[in-house]
């Protein structure tokens, strides 16, 4: 069973920035795709960044490309979020996911990814 543990939640003013990390464990991490959602109170959970699981393919939310970018150190077993010219309209529960793969490539559907951690807060003030 793959487990997900993500960190670097914060409070942060807005024009600041934030890096996540989500530490998996259970499954060699190279066989894993990996993303990045949020959930906005009151919103459904929306797709910000993924990345594939040998790290040549990314794609990003049209509302964070050149802010944000993900990253993933399969050494490590992680995988990253640096979030730059942080807003309001930042602020959610950023969750980490991955799903098992056999090939590069991305996926922006929460339905594709069967791993969840459990979630860290980002909350921007204006």
């Known amino acids: 069973q793959v487990q997900l543990v993500e960190s670097g939640g914060g409070l942060v003013q807005a024009g600041g920035s934030l890096r996540l990390s989500c530490v998996a464990s259970g499954q060699t991490f190279s066989t894993l795709a990996t993303g990045w959602f949020r959930q906005a109170p009151g919103k459904e959970r929306e797709f910000v960044a993924a990345i594939s699981r040998e790290g040549s393919i990314t794609n990003y939310l049209d509302s964070v490309k050149g802010r944000f970018t993900i990253s993933r150190d399969n050494a490590k077993a992680t995988v990253y979020l640096q979030m730059n010219s942080l807003t309001s309209e930042d602020t959610a529960v950023y969750y980490c996911?991955?799903?098992?793969?056999?090939?590069?490539?991305?996926?922006?559907?929460?339905?594709?990814?069967?791993?969840w951690g459990q979630g860290t807060q980002v909350a921007v003030s204006s």
């Open positions: 996911a991955a799903r098992s793969a056999t090939v590069e490539g991305t996926s922006t559907r929460v339905g594709n990814y069967a791993y």
